[in-house]
């Protein structure tokens, strides 16, 4: 008997949760941005003050608080654990996915909807970070479930509907706003206003429901910006001026790429899916609808206004283009629906030919080692590329098999699950470099040894991970890393260099430290002091006074 398509739809969310979801905790956290984003919501727990986020007892005020909030509250239930610290950006890259296939299915017949989640889901940047502890997918979803919402209201023919789906989208923007700040709602705005310019619907600008949406997204984001201000006077320069204006129009984070930096990465990002990408865009704005919302040409506009803002930027990381991937996968979802086969076919036979030439090249790993990753630990990595590879070209070889029989649905499921055992083979194979990107294993030697009131130094270097593995505070010598401006203002223990350090440990009954590896040696010459080394790794020394 044929399943019915209901339980057919079950089975594969339940597939792909599986998929999803079954590395989340595998990998220990790696510095900085895993170690950072899990440290601040440990401190939350520890401290009990929700209210003012920190890093090592210094108030950072860099990003809003909900991601803090969720992760807290995850490891609060959970435990100090690598699973529950990624369970937010984990979640909601799932619910990411979900979202496409609901938009898909309201705004565009099916498949569209089924096909733009497997893209979604499978895309290579798409799945690395949903898995990795950064705030992009979070803010990626809101600002997706704001752009989606607004398209479906556009299309809702009664008040009452296209009412309740706005509401929607100005809710999603104020949590994007208290994912990662101003971004959430600059960004989907300058979409609506490109559309309106575009198309010249000014009468569009009568449907968005300003006045309640813009109640409704302030009762929801402005609390804790007035709170957060009461309670620290020096936030509202910070947070508005130096992290948003500041590090858009400047070079200050030394993040400056060109201006192009952002198309390898998209080209990239989108495999096993970059043959369909400029067709899709394409047949997205050349495509005729019927009088009223133009779905497809507003997608592509928001993923336009994502691409140039973020390339215009002075300030550049990969993930910061994540948040046009929910909407492209469904622009291309929409395209594979009425494609040809050829297409499909090509796609299949890129991904066999990248899944080759990934396990081919895989040996070659080693010959990228350098001072912080050696060859030995590449070596380990290299049969989990080796295997990456293979599963992407069996996606393509099984994708190519369902083709040749009509199958397309079936087809493009298959190249998709190849996608998403790449990238999820990939990125657990990634815990062998871990001796030398996580203090997890450093600290593990060391664990035993430490009381909670022993002072612990860490001397010229900074690695996030450190704080979360130890569970507490250490005192931070000579680097400031991105702690400039709260050592500024509250020094607190703060060493300022090594002679001062020197000067402490003598001083200590019992101390421990971190250096960087070789800057121990140049320590020691300089400055005659005891000390004992009693855990190392590729990159770091930890030492005790004897």
């Known amino acids: 008997m044929t399943p019915s398509p209901r339980r057919a739809l079950l089975a594969l969310l339940a597939g792909f949760a599986l998929l999803w979801f079954c590395n989340l905790g595998y990998r220990h956290l790696v510095k900085p941005d895993e ?43 959970f435990g100090m654990n690598e699973w529950a610290a990624r369970l937010w950006p984990g979640l909601t890259g799932f619910l990411g996915v979900v979202l496409v296939f609901w938009a898909g299915n309201r705004l565009f017949a099916p498949p569209a909807g089924l096909l733009g989640a497997a893209v979604a889901g499978s895309s290579v940047l798409y799945v690395i970070v949903g898995h990795l502890l950064t705030l992009d997918m979070a803010l990626s979803f809101f600002m997706s479930a704001a752009v989606f919402s607004f398209a479906v209201a556009q299309g809702e023919a009664d008040e009452a509907g296209r009412r309740r789906w706005m509401l929607c989208g100005w809710a999603a923007m104020a949590l994007a706003v208290l994912t990662k700040g101003l971004v959430g709602v600059v960004l989907p705005a300058g979409a609506v206003a490109a559309y309106v310019l575009v198309q010249r ?19 929801i984001a402005a609390p804790w910006f007035v709170m957060v201000s009461l309670a620290n006077p020096e936030f509202a320069r910070f947070f508005f001026i130096h992290e948003h204006f500041e590090r858009f129009l400047t070079k200050e984070h030394d993040r400056y790429q060109p201006a192009w930096y952002f198309l390898p990465i998209l080209l990239v990002g989108m495999l096993p899916w970059v043959v369909s990408l400029f067709p899709a865009l394409r047949e997205a704005w050349r495509r005729t609808a019927p009088a009223g919302f133009h779905a497809q040409r507003f997608l592509l506009l928001w993923c336009a206004v994502v691409f140039v803002f973020f390339s215009a930027s002075d300030s550049k990381l990969v993930p910061y283009i994540l948040p046009l991937f929910p909407a492209l996968a469904l622009l291309i979802g929409d395209y594979l629906v009425s494609a040809g086969r050829r297409v499909l076919l090509a796609q299949s036979a890129v991904a066999a030919v990248l899944g080759i030439a990934l396990a081919v090249a895989a040996p070659w790993a080693p010959d990228f080692a350098s001072d912080a990753v050696p060859p030995s630990l590449l070596e380990g990595y290299v049969p989990w590329l080796i295997a990456a590879g293979l599963a992407l070209l069996t996606g393509g070889i099984f994708c190519a098999a369902f083709l040749i029989r009509g199958m397309r649905v079936p087809a493009a499921l298959c190249l998709a699950c190849g996608g998403l055992a790449l990238a999820q083979t990939a ?31 860490v001397v010229e270097t900074f690695d996030h991970t450190l704080l979360f593995y130890l569970g507490r505070k250490v005192t931070m010598v000579s680097v400031m890393d991105e702690l400039a401006d709260p050592i500024g203002r509250a020094p ?10 020197a000067r402490a440990w003598e001083a200590d009954r019992e101390a421990f430290a971190m250096f960087n590896i070789n800057d121990l040696p140049a320590f020691l010459k300089a400055h005659s002091v005891a000390m004992q080394v009693v855990a190392t790794d590729p990159r770091r020394v930890i030492v005790r006074k004897p």
């Open 492 to 501: 607190r223990d703060f060493l300022p260099d090594a002679a001062a350090f």
């Open 427 to 457: 990125l657990s194979g990634h815990e062998s470099l871990a001796p030398s990107l996580s203090a997890y294993h450093i600290v593990e030697k060391i664990r035993d040894q430490v009381k909670p009131d022993t002072p612990f130094y």
């Open 201 to 219: 619907d000014w009468k569009l600008l009568r449907r968005l429901y300003l006045v309640r949406g813009g109640l409704l997204f302030l009762a």
């Open 35 to 77: 170690g950072r984003y899990a440290d601040i919501p440990r401190e939350m727990v520890a401290s009990g003050d929700w209210l003012t986020p920190r890093i090592n007892g210094y108030k950072y005020f860099e990003k809003p608080p909900l991601q803090y909030w969720a992760t807290a509250a995850s490891l609060a239930a």
